[in-house]
């Protein structure tokens, strides 16, 4: 390592290029990779200067889909041939929208560490709050269920997704809670983590035998913690594991 300032600074400087240029290479490669594997191509992609990301494997698949229909709206009759290649436009407008989301998902954790708590229980629950980003559950990770899915989605996610269409009258309210029962391995949880997942919604998990094992009068202070930092963080879906140690 030099010893003079300026050379010091130039090596820095060098180091910084050339991790950076590995960087691209690396993501221009899983690109290419992916883009065979789907059987498509892209023209000038060695031109595409992706350095503010690492791209991993499932976030190039997104890159590519995105790319997809993107190209194929510009071009609709780009479908009927026997190989797409797709334009370098294409995958730019994709690597924008996925460092947009990347970007709004660091907002959004730093936003529920900023969430104010009011007492110590609420400080016990942060840990607890997981962003719809961070959940990685969802509905096509669980087999099966298809009828327990389709009565999620309108009970819970529409309600969520589409809030306006829930306002007016009491027969159109939505339902505040679901009871999911069954034994231990048959999905409940995870088809828990995916609801909130699919609906962009924070997830809290919050395990019964917890609550009942706090000191007297604790568990209803517990209890009311959950929902003010559930109301602070909306939207959100609590998730209460074993209920039924409730009335053992």
């Known amino acids: 390592m030099p010893q003079d300032e300026a050379l010091l600074a130039s090596w820095k400087h060098q180091l910084d290029q050339d991790a950076e240029t ?8 899983l690109l290419q990779t992916v883009l065979g594997r789907s059987g498509m191509d892209c023209e000038g992609l060695e031109t595409l200067r992706i ?22 709206i510009l071009n609709p009759e780009a479908g009927s041939r026997s ?3 797709l334009s370098c436009e294409s995958i730019q407008y994709s690597v924008t929208i996925l460092q947009a989301i990347q970007n709004e998902s660091k907002s959004l954790k730093k936003s529920l560490k900023d969430v104010v708590a009011e007492n110590e229980f609420e400080k016990r629950l942060l840990a607890d709050v997981i962003p719809p980003s961070d959940i990685g559950v969802a509905f096509d990770d669980i087999g099966a269920l298809e009828n327990v899915k389709d009565t999620l989605k309108d009970l819970v996610m529409l309600p969520l997704q589409r809030p306006e269409l829930f306002c007016k009258g009491q027969l159109t309210k939505p339902c505040k809670g679901i009871l999911l029962f069954g034994p231990p391995g048959t999905g409940k949880t995870m088809l828990a983590k995916a609801v909130a997942t699919e609906a962009g919604a924070n997830f809290i998990n919050i395990s019964m035998s917890g609550i009942t094992s706090k000191w007297f ?8 913690a ?7 963080v909306a939207p959100s879906v609590v998730f209460v594991a074993e209920l039924i140690a409730c009335w053992a």
């Open 22 to 29: 590995l960087k691209m290479k690396g993501n221009l490669n």
């Open 217 to 224: 009068g604790e568990g209803e202070k517990y209890v009311k």
């Open 226 to 232: 959950v929902f003010s930092r559930a109301s602070k």
């Open 51 to 72: 350095k503010d990301q690492t791209l991993t494997n499932e976030s190039a698949e997104k890159v590519v889909g995105w790319a997809l229909s993107h190209h194929l």
């Open 83 to 85: 190989r797409l290649v």
